[in-house]
């Protein structure tokens, strides 16, 4: 939608692709944007994308572990 408010959106694109550290079931794989807010969501994500901190789990200054658990 033309007035979709984009860091709302790419918030939850973010959560949904990346929650759980992409391992769950319904872990998002493409994203689908057009018209005028095509470019800015791209952008917007691209950075939120950037500034995530994936490391150890043991840190708890990162966003994100490599893995849920250590079986997968």
Known sequence: MPD??????????IGAAYGS????????SAVIAVDTIAE???????????ALKIGP???LSN?????ITEKT
């Not at 979709?4 to 694109?13: G, M, R, S, V, Y």
């Not at 550290?21 to 998002?28: D, H, K, L, T």
């Open 57 to 59: 789990g043991n840190d």
């Open 4 to 13: 979709a408010d984009l860091e709302q959106t790419a918030n939850a694109i």
């Open 21 to 28: 550290a992409g391992e769950r079931c319904m872990a998002i």
């Open 40 to 50: 800015p969501l791209k952008e917007i994500l691209g950075q939120k994308i950037e």
């Open 63 to 67: 966003d994100m572990g490599p893995l």
